[in-house]
């Protein structure tokens, strides 16, 4: 007989059960903080309780033009109080936000509007004429709704841009009720929002967040990164790329501060991190080489903690250590689109601050443990599905599951079964366990060199050269060699004023590498990038391809 003891008379109810989604955090900060500035954009301030209520009116708007569940709202724009509040008005009115990636062609741009069937579009006029570009390329377009967000407190565009659409951000929001009665969805499974992979070999993947896994990884981020209330966040890292790391919705659960950074450079950073106390920002290695390169025109002194949260390509263990010379705390997080963003984080031990710098950077370099909020992490071996041994040696695929992990690709399901196969998330990184548990990244499972029947790490080959004093960035590819296969290729970009040469850098690799290891070209130059600083290795291979010829 079944055994009803917690189940008789305990229902679900409205009293007892909500679906989980981010929005309740705007809410709550708004109540609870309504003076606390929420956003910086330029000499644009709002508080807690402006930005609710702006999003409350745009929510609104986008009711009054028919567009709710399910319906996608697309925005093109910088880091800006606009995007900012798009995390939030968008699903307040039931729909899915598409932040686009602001440094795509207009033929991407006119692939992401068409495949994820955008009902709305909302343009930063600095961006008009791509907007404009996309547009034209899509006709008939499911397009119902163009608005022109006006960057106030921003520098004009250069040049000026014509206004796309015939109505401003800032009547669009006039239009709407401050008080919209806005409804948490009804399913914490609905779609939140669509952010599309780089597409880098290929047309890009639409991948689907939930409000769920959006709320989660929120929390998770401040758990992991022990964020405290009111912290003042740059945002160097685009909100377009995995919603910002879920950071959008993180702030407003404790009531954060978003400095907007419209332009990345090493002087606008230093600049804000001194006028505004920034306590944490968030970025790829890239940004770490423009502060550890910076000029002394371009440095400011500040006084206060500032946390750093990287992930992408591994750091260097050489350019931690850097980052720590010069004051900032690095986080190391792992993750994918896919994942929400991070959803691996390098925990750090107490004992380990009696290591020394080098010793810290080595244990900072590893990706780490599973989040809080992601169920499971492992390293399979993807034909077996066995789980590689735990001694830092033996190689398999990283795999997720849990809560944190995407809904699927837009419109693919057989795509999406592959990488859901065998009831994993399958994400192409090949990595190694060690017997703290910690992951380790070797490479992604293309970017193995395999040398006379060798498998080479270019992660490894790599970070030997991070550590050469005259390297500034680096990428090594496979090169295709007639005696044994493959060998080593080097991409260095050199510190300024920098005298290496191509012989140096490979006695260099050999003292420090097993001599088969050690690049057999070097190629000195600036490194092909993504719009989130990754390097575009295919572009390098392509090169690497040639110089075999």
């Known amino acids: 007989m079944r055994n009803t003891l917690y189940t008789d008379g305990l229902e ?3 009293a007892n059960y909500a679906p989980l989604t981010p929005l309740g955090f705007l809410e709550r900060s708004a109540s609870v903080y309504p003076q606390h500035i929420a956003v910086i954009d330029g000499v644009v301030q709002k508080t807690w309780r402006e930005v609710e209520q702006r999003c409350r009116r745009a929510a609104s708007a986008f009711a009054q033009h028919g567009i709710g569940k399910n319906d996608t709202v697309a925005i093109l724009a910088p880091n800006s109080l606009a995007m900012y509040e798009s995390h939030f008005a968008v699903p307040m009115a039931g729909a899915v936000l598409n932040a686009i990636n602001t440094r795509l062609d207009a033929d991407s741009v006119a692939f992401i509007l068409r495949h994820g069937e955008a009902k709305a579009l909302l343009v930063d006029r600095e961006l008009a004429e791509l907007a404009r570009a996309a547009l034209v390329k899509i006709k008939p377009t499911s397009i119902e709704l163009v608005i022109d967000i006006e960057t106030d407190g921003a520098p004009p565009p250069k040049p000026a841009t014509a206004p796309l659409g015939n109505l401003t951000y800032a009547d669009f929001l006039a239009a709407g009720d401050p008080q919209f009665a806005w409804q948490p969805p009804a399913d914490e499974w609905d779609a939140i929002s669509l952010n599309y992979t780089s597409g880098t070999t290929g047309d890009p993947k ?16 401040l758990v992991g990164w022990q964020m405290p209330h009111h912290p003042v966040y740059l945002w160097t890292l685009p909100m377009f ?12 659960a404790v009531a954060g501060t978003s400095v907007c950074l419209r332009q990345v450079t090493a002087a606008s950073i230093y600049q804000a991190i001194a006028a505004h106390r920034v306590t944490h920002f968030c970025g790829a290695p890239i940004i770490m080489n423009m502060l550890i390169n910076a000029t002394q025109q371009e440095q400011r002194e500040f006084s206060q903690q500032v946390d750093m949260m990287t992930a992408a390509a591994p750091p260097p263990a050489a350019v931690l250590s850097a980052m720590a010379a010069k004051g900032f705390r690095v986080t190391h997080v792992y993750g994918l689109t896919e994942t929400y963003g991070p959803a691996v984080i390098c925990a750090w031990h107490a004992q380990w601050d009696q290591l020394s710098r080098a010793e810290k950077a080595e244990k900072n370099a590893r990706q780490g443990v599973r989040y809080h909020a992601l169920e499971g992490l492992e390293v399979h071996n993807p034909e077996t599905m066995q789980a590689v041994k735990r001694d830092g040696l033996e190689m398999g695929e990283t795999m997720f599951r849990g809560n944190i992990v995407m809904k699927g690709y837009l419109k693919n399901p057989r795509t999406t079964a592959r990488a859901f196969a065998d009831g994993w998330f399958h994400s192409g990184d090949l990595g190694v366990l060690h017997s703290d548990n910690y992951l380790q990244l070797k490479d992604r499972s293309k970017d193995v060199i395999i040398s006379g029947g060798e498998n080479i790490s270019s992660i490894e080959v790599e970070d030997c050269l991070y550590r050469h004093p005259q390297v500034s960035e680096a990428a090594v590819v496979a090169k295709p060699d007639e005696k044994w296969g493959e060998t080593p290729c080097a991409f260095v970009q050199p510190t300024p004023n920098s005298t290496l040469t191509e012989a140096e850098l490979i006695v260099y690799c050999r003292e420090h590498l097993a001599h088969f290891k050690a690049p057999s070209k070097v190629v000195f130059g600036e490194l092909p990038k993504t719009s989130t600083g990754k390097v575009q290795k295919f572009k390098l291979r392509e090169v690497a391809k040639k110089l075999a010829v």
């Open 241 to 252: 790329h995995c919603n910002g790391w879920c950071f959008p919705w993180s702030l407003a």
């Open 12 to 14: 679900k109810c409205a």
């Open 206 to 221: 639409g991948v689907v967040y939930h409000h769920r896994g959006a709320y989660l990884n929120a929390l998770s981020n």
